[in-house]
Nanobody, 122 residues
Framework: QVQVVESGGGLVQPGGSLRLACAAS????????MGWYRQAPGKQRELVAT????????NYADSVKGRFTISRDYAKNTVYLQMNILKPEDTAVYYC???????????????WGKGTLVTVSS
């Protein structure tokens, strides 16, 4: 079994910062990529940022470029999202995603955390 667990959400004022963390654990053979997605009330889930394992290349949604930074701790199978200059429109449940294999011959699959709520409000 694989567990993906997020932490670090909460209430922050506009212009403030918050750091999310996500750890993947369990029967992990290799991780292809990890990333963050978010879903605001009444909206579809959208990509925030991803980072690949092989090259460490990153991808960001246009709405967060220059404000958010994704990073990895490969030894701990952990991904972080540093969020700066937060805006009310960043309010959402943030979900962690890991694309990984559980065995040498298995295919890569998506695993999701249960989400952590980020509220940006004064």
């Amino acid at each position: 079994q694989v567990q993906v667990v997020e932490s670090g959400g909460g209430l922050v004022q506009p212009g403030g910062s918050l750091r999310l963390a996500c750890a993947a654990s369990g029967s992990i053979f290799s991780i292809y990529a990890m990333g963050w997605y978010r879903q605001a009330p009444g909206k579809q889930r959208e990509l925030v940022a991803t980072i690949t394992s092989a090259s460490g290349s990153t991808n960001y949604a246009d709405s967060v470029k220059g404000r958010f930074t994704i990073s990895r701790d490969y030894a701990k199978n952990t991904v972080y999202l540093q969020m700066n200059i937060l805006k009310p429109e960043d309010t959402a449940v943030y979900y962690c995603n890991a694309v990984l294999k559980t065995g040498h011959l298995s295919q890569g699959m998506d695993y999701w955390g249960k989400g952590t709520l980020v509220t940006v409000s004064s």
